[in-house]
């Protein structure tokens, strides 16, 4: 069975840092794409960022410089590194594999 279990999430002030954890288990992150989204309630989810199966990664402009995606193979497990968080970062941040989501975690970015 697949399955993406995230972590990691929880409130920080502005300018703080977080590195959200994804546990996968079911198939293998180092032959995969995974990304990091985040969702506000009552709006859109928003892609974050994505990490590709030759490692490379990328994250949408208004994260770029502030946020990376990075893995694990051994734990079979990717990793968001939020730095400079900002209060528009607020959200549920989920994790993702095809069409799979994990239940995701919770990001407060308050003072």
């Known amino acids: 069975e697949v399955q993406l279990v995230e972590s990691g999430g929880g409130l920080v002030q502005p300018g703080g840092s977080l590195r959200l954890s994804c546990g996968a288990s079911g198939f293998t992150v180092s032959r995969s794409v995974l990304s990091w989204f985040r969702q506000v309630p009552g709006k859109e989810s928003e892609w974050v960022c994505a990490?590709?199966?030759?490692?490379?990664?990328n994250c949408a402009g208004s994260m770029e410089g502030r946020f990376s995606m990075s893995r694990d193979n051994a734990k079979n497990m990717v990793y968001l590194q939020m730095n400079n968080l900002k209060a528009e970062d607020t959200a549920v941040y989920y994790c993702?594999?095809?069409?799979?989501r994990g239940q995701g975690t919770e990001v407060t970015v308050s003072s």
């Open positions: 990490i590709y199966d030759d490692g490379g990664t």
């Open positions: 993702m594999w095809r069409s799979v």
